[in-house]
Protein backbone atom coordinates (compact mmCIF):
# COMPACT_ATOMS: atom_id res chain seq x y z
CA UNK A 1 0.00 0.00 0.00
CA UNK A 2 1.41 3.46 -0.57
CA UNK A 3 0.37 6.63 2.54
CA UNK A 4 1.07 10.11 1.42
CA UNK A 5 2.83 8.72 -1.64
CA UNK A 6 5.49 6.25 0.09
CA UNK A 7 5.46 2.17 0.13
CA UNK A 8 4.58 0.65 2.83
CA UNK A 9 4.97 -2.94 3.38
CA UNK A 10 1.83 -4.45 5.77
CA UNK A 11 0.23 -7.43 5.73
CA UNK A 12 -3.83 -6.94 5.45
CA UNK A 13 -6.13 -9.03 6.95
CA UNK A 14 -10.43 -8.84 7.06
CA UNK A 15 -11.45 -9.22 10.51
CA UNK A 16 -15.36 -8.79 9.55
CA UNK A 17 -16.91 -6.39 7.11
CA UNK A 18 -15.71 -2.73 7.69
CA UNK A 19 -12.95 -3.87 10.47
CA UNK A 20 -9.66 -4.77 9.14
CA UNK A 21 -6.18 -6.49 10.62
CA UNK A 22 -2.85 -4.63 9.46
CA UNK A 23 0.53 -6.34 10.48
CA UNK A 24 3.56 -5.09 9.81
CA UNK A 25 7.10 -6.50 11.69
CA UNK A 26 5.88 -7.48 14.97
CA UNK A 27 3.57 -5.21 15.18
CA UNK A 28 -0.77 -5.42 14.80
CA UNK A 29 -3.14 -2.49 14.07
CA UNK A 30 -6.69 -1.99 13.89
CA UNK A 31 -8.56 -0.55 11.19
CA UNK A 32 -11.83 0.55 11.04
CA UNK A 33 -13.38 1.65 7.28
CA UNK A 34 -16.35 3.64 6.94
CA UNK A 35 -17.59 4.48 3.66
CA UNK A 36 -18.77 3.11 0.12
CA UNK A 37 -17.59 3.56 -3.26
CA UNK A 38 -14.56 5.69 -4.06
CA UNK A 39 -14.23 7.52 -1.00
CA UNK A 40 -13.15 5.59 2.27
CA UNK A 41 -12.56 6.73 6.05
CA UNK A 42 -9.90 4.75 7.82
CA UNK A 43 -9.27 4.69 11.16
CA UNK A 44 -6.19 3.26 12.52
CA UNK A 45 -5.82 2.36 16.29
CA UNK A 46 -2.73 0.76 18.07
CA UNK A 47 -1.95 0.21 21.55
CA UNK A 48 -0.91 3.32 23.39
CA UNK A 49 -1.05 5.65 20.88
CA UNK A 50 -3.86 7.86 19.06
CA UNK A 51 -5.93 7.38 16.42
CA UNK A 52 -4.86 7.81 13.23
CA UNK A 53 -7.16 8.72 10.50
CA UNK A 54 -6.66 8.29 6.62
CA UNK A 55 -9.10 9.81 4.19
CA UNK A 56 -8.46 7.77 0.91
CA UNK A 57 -9.84 7.51 -2.50
CA UNK A 58 -10.01 4.83 -4.49
CA UNK A 59 -9.22 5.53 -8.17
CA UNK A 60 -8.59 2.04 -10.49
CA UNK A 61 -8.40 -1.38 -8.61
CA UNK A 62 -5.46 -1.67 -5.95
CA UNK A 63 -4.59 2.06 -6.28
CA UNK A 64 -5.26 4.66 -3.79
CA UNK A 65 -5.00 8.52 -3.41
CA UNK A 66 -4.42 8.52 0.48
CA UNK A 67 -4.12 11.43 3.22
CA UNK A 68 -3.17 11.14 6.95
CA UNK A 69 -4.88 12.95 9.68
CA UNK A 70 -4.95 12.73 13.49
CA UNK A 71 -8.75 11.95 14.85
CA UNK A 72 -11.02 12.95 12.40
CA UNK A 73 -11.70 12.52 8.79
CA UNK A 74 -9.11 14.63 6.71
CA UNK A 75 -9.25 15.98 3.25
CA UNK A 76 -6.93 14.35 0.62
CA UNK A 77 -2.74 15.75 1.37
CA UNK A 78 -2.59 19.01 -1.08
CA UNK A 79 -6.43 19.83 -0.58
CA UNK A 80 -6.24 21.95 2.81
CA UNK A 81 -9.71 24.27 1.36
CA UNK A 82 -11.73 21.04 1.14
CA UNK A 83 -14.54 20.77 3.63
CA UNK A 84 -13.30 18.05 6.74
CA UNK A 85 -16.20 16.21 8.75
CA UNK A 86 -15.03 14.70 11.87
CA UNK A 87 -17.25 11.65 12.27
CA UNK A 88 -17.77 9.50 15.70
CA UNK A 89 -15.28 6.28 14.69
CA UNK A 90 -17.04 4.20 17.11
CA UNK A 91 -20.67 4.29 18.65
CA UNK A 92 -20.94 5.81 22.26
CA UNK A 93 -21.54 9.09 24.28
CA UNK A 94 -20.28 12.80 23.69
CA UNK A 95 -18.48 13.68 26.74
CA UNK A 96 -17.89 17.07 26.28
CA UNK A 97 -17.97 19.25 22.57
CA UNK A 98 -15.20 21.36 22.63
CA UNK A 99 -16.15 24.36 19.80
CA UNK A 100 -19.08 26.01 18.59
CA UNK A 101 -19.82 27.49 14.88
CA UNK A 102 -17.32 29.87 13.44
CA UNK A 103 -15.01 29.05 16.15
CA UNK A 104 -11.18 28.71 14.74
CA UNK A 105 -9.34 25.05 15.65
CA UNK A 106 -5.44 24.32 15.11
CA UNK A 107 -4.22 21.07 13.90
CA UNK A 108 -4.32 18.56 16.72
CA UNK A 109 -7.08 20.84 18.49
CA UNK A 110 -9.64 18.18 20.32
CA UNK A 111 -13.36 18.92 19.14
CA UNK A 112 -15.32 16.30 20.91
CA UNK A 113 -14.97 13.82 23.24
CA UNK A 114 -16.24 10.39 22.94
CA UNK A 115 -16.81 7.95 25.62
CA UNK A 116 -17.22 4.13 24.70
CA UNK A 117 -16.42 1.09 26.45
CA UNK A 118 -15.67 3.49 29.34
CA UNK A 119 -12.70 4.69 27.43
CA UNK A 120 -12.76 8.72 26.44
CA UNK A 121 -11.51 9.21 22.99
CA UNK A 122 -10.36 12.58 22.04
CA UNK A 123 -11.43 13.48 18.10
CA UNK A 124 -8.92 15.68 17.43
CA UNK A 125 -8.93 18.12 13.98
CA UNK A 126 -6.74 17.31 11.05
CA UNK A 127 -5.92 20.50 9.85
CA UNK A 128 -6.18 24.13 11.25
CA UNK A 129 -9.98 26.05 9.88
CA UNK A 130 -13.40 27.08 10.88
CA UNK A 131 -16.08 25.02 12.81
CA UNK A 132 -18.61 25.38 9.78
CA UNK A 133 -21.48 23.14 11.86
CA UNK A 134 -21.57 21.03 15.04
CA UNK A 135 -24.28 17.98 15.00
CA UNK A 136 -24.15 16.54 18.51
CA UNK A 137 -24.39 17.87 22.05
CA UNK A 138 -23.04 16.86 25.38
CA UNK A 139 -24.98 13.33 26.64
CA UNK A 140 -25.85 12.37 23.33
CA UNK A 141 -25.70 9.32 21.80
CA UNK A 142 -24.28 8.82 18.47
CA UNK A 143 -23.43 6.01 16.33
CA UNK A 144 -19.96 4.66 14.46
CA UNK A 145 -19.74 7.13 11.29
CA UNK A 146 -22.12 9.62 12.70
CA UNK A 147 -21.25 13.24 11.73
CA UNK A 148 -20.17 15.76 14.39
CA UNK A 149 -18.41 19.11 13.38
CA UNK A 150 -17.77 20.05 9.94
CA UNK A 151 -14.25 21.77 9.68
CA UNK A 152 -13.79 24.76 6.12
Same mark, same amino acid.
Given at each position: ?????????????? /????????????????? /??????? =?????????? @??????????????????????????????????????????????? =???? =??????? /??????????? =?????????? /???? @?????????????????????
Amino acid at each position: MRVDGVAVDVEIVE /AEPGLWVLRQGGEQSIA /AVDGTGA =KLTVEIRRPG @ADPVVIAAEIGDAGRANVGVGTGAAGPARGDATAPVTIRSPIPGRVV =KVLV =KVDDRVT /AGQTTVVLEAM =KMENELRAPR /AGRV @ASVSCTEGATVEAGQDLVVLV
